[in-house]
């Protein structure tokens, strides 16, 4: 999707806009009976992917599997949604089928360890791969084990163009910007333009914003999410976003993806999923900077979305699963994923000179968020199933009554923690980074 506008492909826009795919296309893995494959296999592989599902991603999937690993794997479409139950009624009845799941962090936090194969060995042979210590311990699932290998990841950044620049507040580094030093450059920035704001938010209809506030602000300015949703720290970074919106461009209630206002000039520093930026540097990448997010009074919070390789326990091929996951962990592999389905790199993987600048400014700006000092790594949530879309209203909802309508910060958050509750406790799942995950207690609207 980097290599073409997000626009065209609105299956992948439910992956960055939940970070899980929701409906696919060919239903795989009826527990006992056949599978939806594409492709031939001498290994006797079987990949089942939640990700990577419309028809053209496949087909590249496919394809970068077989060269990552010459006796190549079946491929099978999976939906998130239903991994769970498939993989536990095939384990359970002791017909599994499937050898590699590739899915999302949370696809593999719902399976477990009764229903995943320890990976810890596999992983000490990739320890020179150079995965950051976030993502592998993510890949534990809060114990002290490993039961999937990080696959590839995806991001938000700030896009801005470079005349923007000339208003930072003096000693202000693009690259290690606080909050305070990003809404004092808002500020200049609508000084210098005539009063008329020049920063964006990607707040329409299908636009991001409820991932700026959930996977950005909470976590900078509290350090937490839902453990601290209606705090007195959550208080203070709703004021701020108030002061932010001040001096964002008011369109921006119509901004789904950032891209197009960044390269009109309606706005010169915008943030968003780096899918939604990669079109504004395009042409003119010199012209244009990607940065890192801003750090709060608790770090610098941003979230990621992660996917990993796992192997279901009882796996018929686990020899050959193995060899799979070692190949697709190759630096070669991964940036060959980067081109063709633009997911970038887990592992330490130059950028190759022929792919666009404007993946390089995004890949440039990743890596420096990823290894800052302070960085606070948030996820998108996990466990929630179809209420995800729900957990997500909440945000948007607490933004409009307290930015755009002014109404008490503390009485909205306590009312939306109600509702939050009412999500959880039918759920019943563990709390997810960046709130302590706790395998064995029940995530909390603190």
Not at 174 to 193: F, G, H, P, S
Request: with cysteine.
């Amino acid at each position: 999707m980097l290599n073409s506008p997000p626009r065209s492909r609105p299956s992948r826009r439910d992956v960055l806009r939940w970070g899980s795919v929701a409906g696919v296309a060919t239903p795989a893995l009826a527990a006992c009976s056949g599978m939806s494959t594409s492709g031939a296999s001498g290994s006797g592989v079987s990949f089942l992917t939640t990700q990577f599902t419309p028809v053209e991603e496949t087909r590249n999937l496919r394809a970068i599997l077989n060269r990552a690993y010459e006796p190549g794997a079946q491929l099978v479409a999976g939906d998130s949604s239903q991994l769970g139950t498939q993989v536990r009624s095939q384990a359970d009845s002791g017909h599994v089928q499937i050898d590699v799941i590739a899915g999302l962090h949370g696809d593999f936090a719902m399976l477990g360890e009764d229903y995943l194969t320890d990976l810890s060995g596999l992983m000490t042979d990739l320890a020179g791969r150079g995965y950051s210590p976030d993502l592998l311990e993510l890949a534990k699932l809060g114990t002290r084990r490993t039961w999937y290998v990080p696959w590839c990841q995806a991001s938000y950044l700030i896009c801005a163009r470079k005349s923007a620049l000339e208003h930072l507040p003096s000693g202000a580094d693009v690259d290690t910007l606080t909050y305070e030093q990003y809404l004092d450059w808002a500020i200049a920035a609508r000084k210098a333009n005539g009063g008329k704001p020049a920063f964006g938010l990607p707040a329409g209809p299908e636009g991001l914003l409820a991932r700026f506030v959930q996977g950005h602000l909470y976590p900078s300015f509290t350090g937490g999410v839902v453990t601290e949703f209606r705090s007195a720290k959550a208080v203070t970074m709703w004021q701020y976003l108030r002061d932010l919106w001040a001096n964002t461009v008011p369109s921006s209630t119509n901004y789904n993806f950032m891209q197009e206002p960044l390269t009109s000039g309606e706005v010169s520093v915008a943030w968003d999923h780096v899918a939604r930026l990669v079109e504004a540097p395009r042409k003119h990448p010199e012209e244009w900077v990607m940065a890192p997010n801003p750090a709060g009074p608790k770090g610098r919070g941003y979230m990621s979305v992660v996917l990993g390789l796992g192997i279901p326990r009882g796996a018929p091929h686990l020899d050959a699963a193995k060899d799979l996951l070692r190949a697709l962990a190759k630096p070669t592999a991964q940036i060959d994923l980067l081109r063709k389905n633009s997911f970038f790199p887990a592992v330490k993987a130059p950028i190759p000179p022929d792919l666009p600048p404007a993946i390089r400014l995004e890949s440039d700006a990743l890596h420096a968020q990823q290894t800052a000092p302070r960085a606070i790594l948030s996820l998108p949530p996990v466990g929630l199933g179809r209420h995800d879309g729900e957990m997500s209203k909440i945000f948007t909802d607490a933004f409009a009554a307290i930015v755009l309508n002014h109404q008490d910060i503390r009485r909205t958050l306590d009312a939306q923690a109600r509702n939050m509750q009412s999500i959880l406790d039918e759920v019943k799942v563990p709390c997810w980074s960046p709130d302590p995950v706790r395998a064995d207690t029940n995530c909390t609207v603190g």
